[in-house]
Every structure is written in structure tokens, then in C-alpha cells.
């Protein structure tokens, strides 16, 4: 069993899998690290993570780890939808950035988490966790909570503790889904990580489309971030670049 189920049986299904593990991680793995978090045997991952190598999708450190590759990074780039999105939305991040000196993110939906899509941040800004590429569970991020609050039909979900600020009672997260919905922007309460807070509001392909294609964030210190000033920054910002979307 991996984390998300059965162990996957085609051999294109086991390579992603492997390709997720190392893009999740953050950091480079062993192969015994591989094996572990894939379900896989040791010397299937390890021949698959050598073709991986091969094909320039991954990459195998001096010390023997592996981690994702240049060639995975440009086909990623590549995909359209994506560099539309970013493209676009690049000079509204950099005037929240400028407005808020604080973490800025563009996310999308994936499934039960959200998914950064860009990060700007600078040396004036709090030191987060997050990074390009990331991940979080969507339960306990702004960004995330925008998506679920937006769903008409949820998935069903586990929710487990980041911080003792996560919101773990199915009734705790319906409330404050509604009152994301009610005030149109959604915060996070150092619930992914403590002394840090994020304001997020929804961005839209078309102004009439029901639920958002991403979410725009400002994250920094839970002392400094001034949840009502930064919501509306925020979400003057998402408005904006749904026209810019809408209008190409």
C-alpha cells in the first residue's frame, strides 16, 4: 500500500508514483526512502528510479539520492494551462508582495491539498515553509480553504493536526467554510504552522464561473499580518486578474 491506496500495478503507474514521492518530498531521497513511501520493492524502485535517471526526469545526487530532474522541471513548465495561469498572474503577485512585503502564493486545487504554483517572497518576509512546487492539505491552509468552501461536493477527507490550531472537527471546518463563503476570502489561523497566518481569496477563469480555477495568498507572521487590511488587498487583487483572465 502507498499513502494514496493500492499499490500501483503498470509499470507507467510506479514510475509516478516515484515521481510524486520525490517532487513531494522537498528534499533528495534515498532508495530505501523511495521504497518506503512507494509500497514498491526495493529492487523494482530501484530500477525503476534508474530509467527516471536515464530519461533525465530525475535526478541521482554525489551522495546517492535522488530527486526530481531539469527534464521533469521543463515539461512541467510546458504545460499551458499552467504558464497561462502564472504568466498572468505574476504582476498581481508582485504588487501584493510590494503592497504587504509579506509571502505571496498562487495555488490550485489537487485534490485534497493545495498546490503552489508560485511563490514570491523576499528577506523582509516571515520564513514559511511553503515552497513552488509544494503542497499542503487543503484543511489547513487560506488557499485551501477557498477551494473547499467553493466545492459543492467535497471529497471526503481525513483531517489530521499540523499545529494545534488545525481545525480537526468536521463541524470546525464547516463553520469556517462558511463564514470563507460569507466574507469572500479565506484565512488560516497558524493552522499549518505556528506563528505564521494566510489571508486567500478565490480567482476565477470567467466572472460567471461557479467555482475557482486558483486562489491568491498572503502569508507572514501571525503579529504583523493584519487579517481585515490584507483580506481586502488580497481580494482586490483576485478580482483583478479574474478580468485579465476573462478578457483573453
Do not use: W
Not at 7 to 28: H, I, Y
Not at 83 to 102: I, K, M
Not at 203 to 220: C, L, Q
Request: charged share 25%; aromatic share 4%; hydrophobic share 40%.
Amino acid at each position: 500500500m502507498t499513502d494514496d491506496g493500492p499499490l500501483p500495478k503498470s509499470v507507467l503507474a510506479r514510475g509516478v508514483a516515484l515521481l510524486r514521492v520525490c517532487g513531494d518530498s522537498g528534499t533528495a531521497l534515498t532508495l530505501a526512502e523511495l521504497a518506503l513511501r512507494t509500497g514498491l520493492p526495493k529492487p523494482t524502485a530501484h530500477r525503476l528510479i534508474g530509467e527516471l535517471v536515464r530519461l533525465g526526469l530525475v535526478e541521482r545526487t554525489p551522495d546517492g539520492h535522488y530527486r526530481i530532474g531539469l527534464g521533469l522541471f521543463v515539461l512541467g513548465q510546458s504545460a499551458p494551462s499552467v504558464r497561462e495561469l502564472r504568466d498572468t498572474a505574476l504582476p498581481y503577485l508582485g504588487d501584493l508582495h510590494e503592497a504587504t512585503h509579506e509571502n505571496v502564493h498562487l495555488a490550485v486545487p489537487d485534490g485534497t491539498d493545495t498546490l503552489f504554483l508560485e511563490k514570491i517572497t523576499s528577506r523582509r518576509a516571515t520564513p514559511i515553509v511553503s515552497r513552488t512546487g509544494g503542497r499542503l492539505p487543503a484543511h489547513c491552509t487560506a488557499t485551501g480553504k477557498v477551494f473547499l468552501a467553493l466545492d459543492p461536493r467535497p471529497p471526503h477527507r481525513t483531517l489530521f493536526r499540523l499545529t494545534p490550531r488545525t481545525l480537526v472537527l468536521p463541524g470546525q471546518l464547516a463553520r469556517d467554510l462558511a463564514l470563507t463563503r460569507a466574507r469572500g476570502f479565506g484565512v488560516n489561523l497558524e493552522e499549518a504552522e505556528i506563528g505564521v497566518s494566510a489571508v486567500a481569496a478565490p480567482v476565477y477563469a470567467h466572472d460567471r464561473d461557479p467555482r475557482p480555477i486558483a486562489a491568491i495568498s498572503v502569508t507572514g507572521g501571525t503579529r504583523r499580518l493584519d487579517v481585515d487590511r490584507v483580506g481586502a488587498r488580497v481580494c482586490a487583487a483576485a478580482r483583478a486578474l479574474t478580468r485579465a483572465l476573462s478578457a483573453r
